[in-house]
């Protein structure tokens, strides 16, 4: 049986990846603020998982909690990071763009260094960011939130890179890049080529197994990544 870890587990994408995780004969141990939906989602799968209720704002009890799951698990083949928070913020509004940084920037770095340092002690193991299709360009009503899916996409690809230094070669990074999902985190009203949860955790499950180095989810957004790859600014301003 192998050992993973999941960041965000309470709803979404987090909690429906720890399913398939388990169905794929995973121990998983899961972590997220809302301890009852953690406890909710144990009583499903009591002897495949650990629960440890933590915010990835809270950095030193990120840390914390890690090492109390590696010194349980012994081992870790997998840590998925799935911890994210955003609104439709065109106001500006600071607390909520500090908010957005605090969770999706300070507290993702924590964990994937974690991660990185662990794998790399290890030798072995795959570390997989859920991102953003929104990690490509700056939008205008949610400044914050694109721009931290863009930093996350830059970090993962330096620790890519810094598998190299890993003698063993047995060090994966996955950018997991995800178009409009049904969940909470859908920022507006009338989203373009909305995807089920069902369907994006299955697709997102096939990019793990193939370990691959990035994935548009659904297989779709990779048409329209391109497309915003390509646009020039003043494009995106006239239209967005």
């Not at 662990?118 to 009503?141: C, E, P, T, Y």
């Not at 994966?172 to 890049?177: G, K, Q, S």
């Amino acid at each position: 049986m192998k050992n993973a870890i999941v960041f965000g587990a309470t709803s979404g994408i987090g909690k429906e990846l720890t399913k398939i995780l388990i169905q794929n004969n995973y121990k998983v141990a899961i972590i997220g603020r809302r301890l009852e939906k953690l406890e909710a989602l144990k009583k499903e799968y009591p002897e495949h998982i650990l629960i440890k209720q933590n915010d990835i704002q809270q950095i030193d009890e990120v840390e914390k909690v890690f090492h109390e799951i590696v010194s349980e698990m012994k081992t870790i083949d997998l840590v998925v990071q799935s911890s994210g928070i955003g609104f439709v913020n065109a106001d500006l509004d600071f607390d909520k763009e500090n908010e957005t940084i605090q969770t999706n920037v300070v507290g993702v770095t924590k964990l994937y260094d974690l991660a990185f340092h662990l794998f790399k002690k290890q030798q072995f193991g795959h570390l997989v960011g859920i991102s953003s299709i929104a990690s490509l360009r700056g939008n205008k009503d949610a400044p914050s939130y694109f721009a931290s899916k863009a930093y996350q996409k830059s970090y993962l690809e330096g620790l890519y890179i810094k598998t190299k230094t890993i003698a063993s070669k047995k060090v994966f990074v996955t950018d997991i890049r995800p178009g409009f999902v049904d969940t909470a985190m859908a920022l507006g009203a009338d989203v373009f080529w909305m995807v089920s949860l069902e369907k994006a955790v299955k697709q997102i499950y096939t990019a793990i197994k193939k370990k691959k180095r990035k994935a548009y989810i659904s297989k779709r957004w990779t048409l329209i990544a391109w497309v915003f790859k390509l646009a020039p600014s003043w494009l995106l301003k006239k239209v967005m």
